[in-house]
T-cell receptor
């Protein structure tokens, strides 16, 4: 299967600062990537769909000015949490779909644990 | 609106005790149903995709089946290393992103 990486795997930052998380597709080109957020013992909640070369599509209730998404190349999408607050502490996971005809598997990165103090 | 409901929420099995996990779904049009395994602190690991009712797929001790309303993940003679959260997700024909269920936390005791 396709491989998706994330960096960093964990980060601790102070309230009010910004944090950037990178998501890379290592062995395929992804025109579309997805960003999810997961709270303890809960399922994945889609935050936004990242489109290469165009603006991201955000889910209802997700602040686009707070969670900045950039998909500058076919193998890299970034999520920047701006002016982070303790309530932004969560597990952030990206995924990408390997392009192909007739199948739609999404492969997930290992996740990034964000703690805002 | 797409809905995915998984049951049970948690399941504890003895090693070797076979069981099934359920995933009920409602979509306007099903492009695919996906099963993932997630270990604590890690991203979901892809297991299976099912595309049409009647389809079955197997991988080691796992077997996934699909009907028009639900999917089952059968675990045969589980081992402690099968302990994880199993997530079900659907892809609607009108969407690009998956809709996930809440997952089943499986614990297999030796």
């Amino acid at each position: 299967g396709a491989v998706v990486s994330q960096h960093p795997s964990w980060v601790i930052c102070k309230s009010g600062t910004s944090v950037k998380i990178e998501c890379r597709s290592l062995d395929f080109q992804a025109t579309t990537m997805f960003w999810y957020r997961q709270f303890p013992k809960q399922s994945l909640m889609l935050m936004a769909t990242s489109n290469e070369g165009s603006k991201a599509t955000y889910e209802q209730g997700v602040e686009k000015d707070k969670f900045l998404i950039n998909h500058a190349s076919l193998t890299l999408s970034t999520l920047t949490v701006t002016s982070a607050h303790p309530e932004d502490s969560s597990f952030y996971i990206c995924s990408a779909r390997e392009p192909g005809q007739g199948y739609y598997e999404q492969y997930f990165g290992p996740g990034t644990r964000l703690t805002v103090t | 609106e797409d809905q995915v409901t998984q049951s049970p929420e948690a399941l504890r099995l003895q090693e070797g005790e076979s069981s099934s996990l359920n995933c009920s779904y409602t979509v306007s049009g099903l492009r695919g149903l996906f099963w993932y395994r997630q270990d604590p602190g890690k991203g979901p690991e892809f297991l299976f995709t099912l595309y049409s009712a009647g389809e079955e797929k197997e991988k080691e001790r796992l077997k996934a089946t699909l009907t028009k309303k639900e999917s089952f993940l059968h675990i045969t003679a589980p081992k402690p290393e099968d302990s994880a959260t199993y997530l079900c997700a659907v892809l609607d024909t009108g969407r690009r992103a998956l809709t996930f269920g809440s997952g089943t936390r499986l614990q297999v005791q030796p």
